[in-house]
């Protein structure tokens, strides 16, 4: 078993600090020497105390302590979204069926996550798998999420078609959402970016709306977008943020501006030719066609 406090000391002198500079007013000096020796254990609130001194976060210490390599679950979630946004199912199927039994709660998180993205990509729901109920009822039975639950929010709503025959389901799951983002957002910033999470879900709520076609509930979605204030959002959120701020001209709006926008999001992104993210491509090209189809059945009714 690793022991953290020689890992301490190791960051501590790197950055040319004292044990007392680190230490005084949370343990005694012959505790701190004891600790970095990985002699004593500290508890949770003193070592949070100590990271913040060192100015390390406990994400980043993680990631030193575990010899500057991410943790199983992280590299795993980083490799479903890369194959996911490189449409490379056959990869992301394969990950499915070699992780299908693992009983570890957070990689059958993992799995439910990965089977939800590879069925929904073609707007199919098949039955729902023990992993994806499992994270059904986690998610709804929990009254106070943590971070873990808003960024896992999203991906559950195309498969609530399934996973519930509440017909209230998207509603109640876009309150819930809103509610638990209020708790970790503060007044002079977002530490912990849920204005990109709170955007990245109302996308998803927007495209299932849409393929529910219940145009009425798509077309009450455009202030979600508009009101999220672009200070702090990652620049993945804000093309996102305006892609489909651009969709919905597509289909509410004016269809030539929603085509003009979308246009100028992929001149931006040909700056990039390294990075293939084809999600928004795909998108646009269903959803094109799908707006003037909408379009022309509003003019015959």
Known sequence: MLKIGPQVKAIRTIKGLTQKEVYQGVVSPSFAIRFEQG????????????????????????????????????????????????????????????????????????????????????????????????????????????????????????????LTSDPTALAKLRQKMIANCQIYLVKNGDPFQIKNELVDFNSMLFQEYLNRHDYQAAAQLQPAFTLVENVGLSWDTLISQRFWLAIWQLYFGDFADGVAAVNKIKQLQQLFPQRPDRNLEAIYHYREPDARRYRQAVQMD
């Open 39 to 162: 002699r004593n254990d500290m508890k949770a609130t003193s070592f949070l105390m100590v990271l913040a001194n060192l100015g390390v976060s406990p994400d980043e210490f993680q990631y030193l302590l575990q010899g500057h390599q991410v943790s199983e679950l992280k590299a795993a979630r980083l490799q479903i979204d890369t194959w996911y946004g490189e449409h490379n199912f056959e990869a992301l199927s394969q990950w499915i069926a070699t992780n299908q039994e693992a009983t570890n709660p957070q990689m059958k998180t993992l799995v439910a996550l990965a089977e939800i993205l590879l069925i929904s990509y073609d707007r199919f729901i098949g039955a729902p798998t023990a992993d994806m109920q499992a994270m059904w009822q986690q998610l709804n039975q929990t009254k106070t999420w943590t971070l873990q639950e808003i960024r896992l929010a999203r991906y559950l709503i195309p498969a609530l078609r399934v």
